[in-house]
């Protein structure tokens, strides 16, 4: 039997990403790890309802930008007030794609990662 623990982001800039879910998701970080030659940082952020994680690595000294391809993933949240998310989503200029017909919104990451918003239903 297997249970969902985490899903991993890998960005350029720990801190304005820290930031960004902070603002947007309420995400906040549960654990860090460092490693001791400073090569990578790690934070696993948080919903405080759930046991799921968002890994955020952060690779020392990387200086190109991550290919997502055609961004064919995404991480998905569901939103417990839909209309006040959207409209702080709307004013950060965060919103990269609408689906009006079901309902849903996407969300862009600074990195470039879409998260998709889904009314509690």
């Not at 890998?10 to 001791?36: C, I």
Request: with cysteine; net charge negative.
């Amino acid at each position: 039997m297997f249970s969902f623990n985490h899903f991993n982001f890998n960005v350029m800039d720990l801190d304005r990403s820290l930031a960004f879910y902070k603002e947007a998701l309420g995400l906040e970080p549960v654990r860090r790890m460092e490693a001791p030659d400073g090569s990578f940082t790690i934070v696993f952020l948080g919903d405080k309802m759930t046991g799921f994680m968002l890994e955020l690595t952060y690779l020392a000294g990387r200086e190109a930008a991550y290919d997502l391809g055609e961004c064919e993933y995404h991480l998905a949240m569901l939103a417990e007030d839909y209309q006040a998310a959207y409209a702080r989503h709307k004013e950060m200029g965060v919103i990269c794609y609408e689906n009006t017909a079901m309902g849903i919104y996407f969300i862009q990451d600074p990195d470039g990662y879409w998260i998709e918003i889904i009314p509690k239903r």
